[in-house]
């Protein structure tokens, strides 16, 4: 299952392509002259084989494609994919694109480098090579001292599995840079985006950076994001456990009551599927248990 650091990546490159043109010019790699169009990276071969990039882009007019890949681990099977990908995908845009392997880790970094290359007995050979973008220390410090306050969220997705000192600075840098955003809106989606891909433990180090005690303090601003941005983590947590065992009690009443061959209207199990207060759905499973009807069920004594 892919990781919140992975998702999160792919979401903020697909949903403005722009971004991609600048994280890379920010890097000092070629950067695009059109817009970048996102479109369906589901790619389907004649013998139903489906690849599936994590994302795909064209410009329009020139035939060009970029498919990009956020690589978090070696994966060799995938690694045997690209040139297929890339194949196919030269031949559907009537030009070569390329393959782009995003990652904040060094080994995967050298492994992706590597490519893939495949030689027959008589010698013909496969080699195929993508483009590397690794983000790691040196980027993240750069991608902070750029203009556009975004950048911060590379920044800090280039710290996703480290918690030492330098990463707890880059990822407070990151954290201050959404101060420069003045739409409300925007600073809080900034400000979530770079707090979901950091690691549990680099959280742990935020939170004890906020202590009363702790000299020297926070910046008042930087001290109150942390807090509010920690606290809606935990109460989005606690939601969702919520909801999870309100799912497992409806689906226990909805059960019994097939068993007691009572059926169930459209009605009535969106008024079972919507509720969320598992007290209230423990009190209609007692009553289904002897109930005769659904309005035994639902209605008190």
Same mark, same amino acid.
């Given at each position: #299952? ?6 999160? #990546? ?16 920010? @890097?000092?790699? !070629?950067?695009? $002259? ?28 020139? /035939?060009?494609?970029?498919?990009? %890949?956020?690589?978090? =681990? ?5 690694? *045997? #994919? ?7 995908? &030269?031949? !559907? ?18 492994? =992706?480098?590597? /490519? ?16 590397? @973008? !690794?983000? /790691? ?12 306050? %975004? #950048? ?38 900034? =400000? &979530? $985006? ?27 601003? @930087? ?15 606690? !939601? /969702? ?13 909805? &059960? ?11 009605? =009535? ?10 007290? *209230? ?21």
């Amino acid at each position: #299952m892919p990781s919140p650091a992975h998702e999160w #990546m792919i979401a903020a490159l697909t949903e403005d392509p722009s971004r991609l043109d600048a994280l890379l010019r920010a @890097l000092k790699r !070629r950067g695009f $002259s059109a817009s970048l169009r996102v479109v369906d990276a589901a790619v389907h071969l004649a013998d139903a084989v489906e690849l599936s990039p994590d994302g795909l882009f064209v410009l329009d007019g020139d /035939g060009y494609w970029l498919v990009v %890949e956020v690589q978090l =681990s070696v994966d060799e099977e995938k690694r *045997t #994919m690209w040139p297929l990908l890339a194949a196919y995908l &030269r031949r !559907r845009y009537g030009a070569m694109g390329d393959v782009l392997v995003i990652t904040p880790h060094a080994n995967v970094a050298a492994w =992706s480098a590597e /490519g893939w290359r495949a030689r027959g007995r008589l010698e013909t050979t496969l080699d195929f090579t993508p483009t590397v @973008l !690794r983000l /790691g220390e040196r980027e993240a410090l750069t991608l902070l001292a750029e203009p556009a306050p %975004e #950048m911060a969220f590379f920044a800090a997705w280039a710290m996703q599995s480290r918690h030492g000192p330098t990463a707890r600075e880059i990822v407070l840098g990151a954290l201050r840079r959404t101060d420069d955003v003045k739409d409300p809106e925007l600073k809080a989606a900034l =400000s &979530r $985006s770079i707090m979901a891909v950091l690691s549990e433990t680099l959280k742990e180090t935020l939170q004890a950076m906020i202590a009363p005690e702790r000299q020297p303090p926070l910046e008042p601003f @930087l001290e109150e994001l942390v807090q509010r941005m920690l606290n809606s983590e935990a109460r989005g947590e606690a !939601r /969702g456990e919520a909801r999870g065992e309100a799912r497992g009690e409806a689906k226990a009443l909805l &059960r019994i009551l097939a068993r007691r061959g009572l059926a169930v209207d459209e009605a =009535s199990l969106a008024r079972i599927t919507a509720t969320d207060d598992t007290a *209230t759905l423990e009190r209609w499973i007692d009553r289904a248990v002897v109930a005769t009807s659904l309005r035994d069920v639902f209605d008190a004594p």
